[in-house]
């Protein structure tokens, strides 16, 4: 279950709805103090779907021109959430013309209508935030054209939902959403008159949650990279309000940002897109490049693990490695079992990939993309370096628990490239293996060489493999060396069956090679995008065997064929996202 799929307990949604109740009595601003400057970024093509009727949430499609949208039924709370937060009106902006904006002025007032008295599932803090952000950022697009009393409900009702914010920020869960809960407060509490004093207690409280949630390597305890992203994205997008207003941001604030940025550029693909990990996405387009710009923290290099993930790069090749052990407890609810997992891009494509996270298109497939069998790392007889608890009765999230105890990690810069090995322990419990890769790009980015081995590593080790092996009737554990390749990646095997080339629609050809020791196959994949109706095919690179002495080592590489340039012009633009997919 998603973030937005939280439900509340009912003591929350009470005090919510009483909060919101109250937040009716309260007076109402008369307009803003200065004019507020538009920092959110939508999608072109999202927006001329949503004028043309095509309403995509949360993975469900509803075809309509003519109905509202709050008349559509919606199927799930992760739909309900989506369209209440009104990150939509960023897609209308985007378009920006004379339909887009009535539109966006059709769908703002019928909320107001149809929730703006106190009702309805979207008077909860984060979503409160999220819609105040937007209402605030798109208010000159909004009020284009409209009379007074139209203009005055609307201040009336962003006015009501900052009242709110400034009563229930504390009722947003710590992270992403109480981020949301106080930018939304000091975005319109700055911008509104006659709410500043509501501003300043916001202020404080967002430096605090800097302090106690953005670690001292500038990661999230969630181990999200997309989910980091939003957050800096949110604190860049206060500290410019405060900037405005001619206000100081906290010292702890700043702090953060300097400690964050350079954890994202170490996050950041050769593509510009994040890594695919811990229940994020590649990031909206442009999100990352213009966060990063409005923070004006310097680039420098990043010494260490990334928010527990190592970075190779070389020329315009990357790979990012998930180095360390999974999120734990309540920061695990999207976790995804993907110790020693990496991906890798060339240029401005993809190659190597995670399946990604599923939770637009079921419980199933969400949960089918947090195994370990979604990622290009090693798995044993098909079972996941760590595992998902049972439900929750109260929120049905599904925690990450028997993870990896300890990931060993070392990285070293050669002469004639980089070179990182880690390895987990997360098999050592039923299996009494650790599991080692060793990964080494060369100085030029035209080849990674792999190196995966299964190895017992003492005497206790040794008994309980030699278990697992009795169990197995002594045919060895069995194993799977995984390699998802991205949808627009054309795979053939090649060599008679010997080796993988892989065509990327730069032009760019690839080679998989491995030393020979187990079965190599092309099997089918998914590659699971939040932006699609459901998951798109692909195909994966399988080596499989079974262990049966203590140490199984298998090698492989990656590299370019001969034939591929040394510069590659990629100039082809992607086509833009269609809703039949």
Same mark, same amino acid.
């Given at each position: 279950?998603?973030?937005?799929?939280?439900?509340?307990?009912?003591?929350?949604?009470?005090?919510?709805?009483?909060?919101?109740?109250?937040?009716?009595?309260?007076?109402?601003?008369?307009?803003?103090?200065?004019?507020?400057?538009?920092?959110?970024?939508?999608?072109?093509?999202?927006?001329?779907?949503?004028?043309?009727?095509? *309403?995509?949430?949360?993975?469900?499609?509803?075809?309509?021109?003519?109905?509202?949208?709050?008349?559509?039924?919606?199927?799930?709370?992760?739909?309900?959430?989506?369209?209440?937060?009104?990150?939509?009106?960023?897609? &209308?902006?985007?378009?920006?013309?004379?339909?887009?904006?009535?539109?966006?002025?059709?769908?703002?007032?019928?909320?107001?209508?149809?929730? +703006?008295?106190?009702?309805?599932? +979207?008077?909860?803090?984060?979503?409160?935030?999220?819609?105040?952000?937007?209402?605030?950022?798109?208010? *000159?697009? *909004?009020?284009?054209?409209?009379?007074?009393?139209?203009?005055?409900?609307?201040?009336?009702?962003?006015?009501?939902?900052?009242?709110?914010?400034?009563?229930?920020?504390?009722?947003?869960?710590?992270?992403?959403?109480?981020?949301?809960?106080?930018?939304?407060?000091?975005?319109?509490?700055?911008?509104? #008159?006659?709410?500043?004093?509501?501003?300043?207690? /916001?202020?404080?409280?967002?430096?605090?949650?800097?302090?106690?949630?953005?670690?001292?390597?500038?990661?999230?305890?969630?181990?999200?990279?997309?989910?980091?992203?939003?957050?800096?994205?949110?604190?860049?997008?206060?500290?410019?309000?405060?900037?405005?207003?001619?206000?100081?941001?906290?010292?702890?604030?700043?702090?953060?940002?300097?400690?964050?940025?350079?954890?994202?550029?170490?996050?950041?693909?050769?593509?510009?897109?994040? /890594?695919?990990?811990?229940?994020?996405?590649?990031?909206?387009?442009?999100?990352?490049?213009?966060?990063?710009?409005?923070?004006?923290?310097?680039?420098?290099?990043?010494?260490?693990?990334?928010?527990?993930?190592?970075? &190779?790069?070389?020329?315009?090749?990357?790979?990012?490695?998930?180095?360390?052990?999974?999120?734990?407890?309540?920061?695990?609810?999207?976790? =995804?079992?993907?110790?020693?997992?990496?991906?890798?891009?060339?240029?401005?494509?993809?190659?190597?990939?995670?399946?990604?996270?599923?939770?637009?298109?079921?419980?199933?497939?969400?949960?089918?993309?947090?195994?370990?069998?979604? =990622?290009?790392?090693?798995?044993?007889?098909?079972?996941?370096?760590?595992?998902?608890?049972?439900?929750?009765?109260?929120?049905?999230?599904?925690? &990450?628990?028997?993870?990896?105890?300890?990931?060993?990690?070392?990285?070293?810069?050669?002469?004639?490239?980089?070179?990182?090995? +880690?390895?987990?322990?997360?098999?050592?419990?039923?299996?009494?293996?650790?599991?080692?890769?060793?990964?080494?790009?060369?100085?030029?980015?035209?080849?990674?060489?792999?190196?995966?081995?299964?190895?017992?590593?003492?005497?206790?080790? #040794?008994?309980?493999?030699?278990?697992?092996?009795?169990?197995?009737?002594?045919?060895?554990?069995?194993?799977?060396?995984?390699?998802?390749?991205?949808?627009?990646?054309? /795979?053939?095997?090649?060599?008679?069956?010997?080796?993988?080339?892989?065509?990327?629609?730069?032009?760019?050809?690839?080679?998989?090679?491995?030393?020979?020791?187990?079965?190599?196959?092309?099997?089918?994949?998914?590659? &699971?995008?939040?932006?699609?109706?459901?998951?798109?095919?692909?195909?994966?690179?399988?080596?499989?065997?079974?262990?049966?002495?203590?140490?199984?080592?298998?090698?492989?590489?990656?590299?370019?064929?001969?034939?591929?340039?040394? /510069?590659?012009?990629?100039?082809?633009?992607?086509?833009?996202?269609?809703?039949?997919?």
């Amino acid at each position: 279950m998603s973030r937005y799929d939280r439900m509340a307990s009912r003591g929350t949604r009470l005090l919510n709805r009483y909060t919101a109740w109250k937040a009716r009595k309260q007076p109402a601003a008369t307009g803003f103090v200065s004019q507020p400057e538009p920092r959110t970024i939508g999608s072109f093509a999202r927006g001329r779907q949503l004028v043309a009727g095509n *309403l995509l949430f949360a993975g469900y499609l509803v075809e309509s021109t003519t109905t509202g949208l709050w008349d559509v039924e919606a199927p799930d709370l992760a739909f309900e959430a989506e369209r209440q937060g009104c990150t939509w009106l960023d897609d &209308l902006a985007a378009v920006g013309d004379l339909a887009a904006r009535q539109k966006a002025q059709y769908w703002v007032w019928g909320w107001i209508e149809a929730f +703006g008295r106190g009702r309805g599932p +979207g008077w909860s803090a984060d979503l409160t935030g999220r819609r105040v952000i937007r209402w605030t950022n798109h208010a *000159l697009f *909004l009020l284009s054209g409209q009379d007074k009393e139209r203009a005055d409900a609307f201040y009336r009702s962003l006015s009501q939902q900052t009242w709110f914010l400034s009563q229930r920020w504390k009722g947003a869960s710590p992270g992403l959403p109480r981020f949301e809960a106080l930018t939304g407060l000091i975005y319109a509490g700055l911008a509104l #008159k006659g709410c500043e004093e509501l501003a300043d207690p /916001a202020v404080r409280a967002l430096a605090q949650e800097c302090n106690s949630q953005i670690n001292a390597d500038g990661g999230l305890p969630t181990r999200n990279p997309e989910e980091l992203l939003d957050v800096f994205t949110l604190l860049t997008w206060a500290a410019a309000a405060l900037h405005e207003a001619g206000r100081s941001v906290p010292r702890d604030h700043h702090a953060a940002l300097d400690r964050i940025a350079p954890t994202l550029r170490a996050l950041r693909h050769a593509d510009g897109s994040l /890594a695919r990990f811990h229940g994020g996405g590649r990031g909206q387009e442009g999100w990352l490049d213009h966060a990063l710009a409005a923070s004006q923290v310097p680039a420098r290099a990043y010494e260490g693990l990334a928010m527990g993930f190592c970075r &190779l790069s070389a020329r315009r090749t990357s790979v990012i490695v998930d180095a360390s052990v999974p999120p734990t407890g309540k920061a695990s609810y999207n976790a =995804h079992a993907s110790t020693l997992a990496f991906e890798l891009t060339s240029g401005r494509r993809p190659l190597i990939v995670s399946c990604g996270a599923g939770e637009n298109f079921g419980v199933e497939w969400r949960r089918a993309g947090r195994a370990t069998p979604s =990622h290009s790392v090693v798995c044993l007889e098909g079972h996941s370096s760590a595992r998902l608890a049972p439900p929750q009765k109260a929120t049905g999230q599904e925690f &990450l628990i028997e993870p990896p105890t300890e990931v060993q990690v070392e990285r070293e810069d050669l002469d004639a490239g980089y070179r990182f090995q +880690g390895a987990h322990d997360g098999y050592a419990k039923h299996f009494g293996v650790t599991v080692v890769r060793a990964l080494e790009l060369s100085v030029d980015g035209r080849t990674l060489a792999g190196e995966d081995m299964i190895l017992t590593l003492d005497d206790t080790a #040794k008994r309980r493999f030699d278990r697992a092996l009795d169990a197995a009737a002594l045919k060895g554990i069995g194993y799977e060396v995984r390699f998802h390749l991205h949808p627009d990646v054309d /795979a053939a095997l090649d060599l008679g069956g010997a080796a993988v080339s892989m065509a990327l629609k730069s032009g760019e050809i690839w080679v998989f090679r491995h030393d020979g020791q187990c079965d190599l196959k092309l099997e089918t994949s998914v590659y &699971l995008e939040k932006t699609r109706l459901k998951p798109r095919q692909a195909l994966q690179i399988v080596l499989t065997g079974r262990a049966i002495q203590y140490a199984t080592q298998i090698r492989w590489t990656l590299s370019k064929a001969q034939e591929t340039a040394l /510069a590659v012009r990629d100039l082809n633009r992607d086509e833009p996202m269609s809703y039949e997919e």
